[in-house]
């Protein structure tokens, strides 16, 4: 892209944003990484980006480089991803060999977690995350974060650290984060119940393969039985994982091949109907139960037939 072509697409400020890498650098430990040395964060919710989006990042990473660092946390003896997903990935496409770094030392799962989920919701639109991304942000908004105060204090940092302006979110019950997303309630809780689920059902439902009331109903499994119900490769509406549902803690894969493919039950003897002359009546059946009366003629029907067979095999 040249200096005087159109302006190129704006990515959100934590993809790229403007602002000088060195006024980042003070207190965070800013160093240059190889990308393959950082991997992704090990619970990350949030699909890479794909299409349109990722070309224009991609091209924007040969124009100008990363213009913003991603921020990683040392695990171990390598580092492990916490904002800069896309931007690694972008890089990795563009043929970049090394990235500008943030490295965090020190910090909890649930701190890391936060950095995870805060970033991306000031990169990308809420309405725009898929049904399982919606779910991994309410449900950390809600009860993922060790303390409020530890939280706004990451905030107020990634503010600093140059992503863009972010309000605080205070503490907030359920209705109260409802409200901010305008969501109910009870439609906030069922997305809390959907972050329960393991991957595999996460990206059938993103992909639309499952309702979200299929998806709350299962889950209620755990995530053992969880993978003997991915495991299986058939559709699942919302009956049939209530049906599941209903299995919860006993389910095993044969219980889960009775309720996916029930045996059809055997059709009902059917019966039909012989008029017989007044007289034969009379004269045969005088005096016979219905159930007599049709054991009589079975007998004669098969003495009848068993003497038809036997005069053809003399013949």
């Known amino acids: 892209m040249k200096a005087n072509g159109p302006k190129r697409k704006i ?19 800013l160093q240059s990484l190889p990308v393959d040395k950082i991997k992704p964060f090990h619970d990350h919710p949030f699909h890479l ?11 924007s990473i040969r124009e100008h480089g990363v213009l913003n660092p991603v921020i990683v946390r040392k695990k171990g003896r390598g580092y492990e991803m916490l904002s800069g997903h896309n931007r690694q990935n ?4 563009a043929g970049l060999t090394e990235i500008p770094a943030i490295v965090k030392e020190g910090l909890t799962d649930e701190e890391a977690y936060i950095y995870v989920i805060e970033t991306n919701v000031i990169q990308r639109s809420f309405t725009d995350l898929a049904p399982s991304e919606k779910a991994a942000v309410l449900s950390a908004r809600y ?13 107020r940092e990634i503010e600093e650290i140059g992503t863009c302006g972010h309000d605080v979110h205070k503490s907030k019950s359920r209705d109260g984060i409802g409200e901010e997303y305008e969501m109910t309630g009870r439609n906030i809780a069922r997305y809390m119940r959907v972050d329960k689920l393991i991957r595999p059902f996460k990206d059938r439902l993103d992909a639309g393969e499952i309702t979200l009331t299929a998806a ?3 889950s209620y499994l755990s995530e053992e039985e969880q993978g003997i119900a991915a495991a299986e490769d058939s559709q699942i509406n919302g009956s049939t994982a ?17 309720i996916l493919h029930p045996a059809k039950k055997p059709l009902p003897a059917r019966s ?3 008029k017989i002359p007044a007289e034969a009546e009379e004269k045969y059946f005088s005096g016979m139960k219905a159930r007599e009366r049709t054991d009589l003629v079975m007998k004669a029907l098969d003495a009848w037939f ?7 095999v003399q013949q």
Not at 14 to 28: L, R, Y
Not at 49 to 59: A, F, I, K, S, T
Not at 90 to 93: K, L, V
């Open 242 to 258: 209530k049906a599941i549902r209903a299995a919860a803690g006993e389910l095993t894969a044969e219980k889960l091949e009775e």
């Open 143 to 155: 009860e993922k974060v060790i303390s409020q105060g530890k939280r706004n204090d990451i905030l």
């Open 216 to 218: 709350v109903e299962l």
């Open 306 to 312: 068993a003497g038809k067979e036997a005069a053809y």
């Open 272 to 274: 039909v109907s012989i």
């Open 90 to 93: 972008a890089a990795r496409i």
């Open 49 to 59: 980006y794909e299409g349109e989006r990722l070309d224009d990042m991609v091209e």
């Open 11 to 29: 990515f959100d400020a934590v993809d790229m944003m403007t602002t000088d890498v060195s006024q980042a650098e003070t207190g965070n430990g």
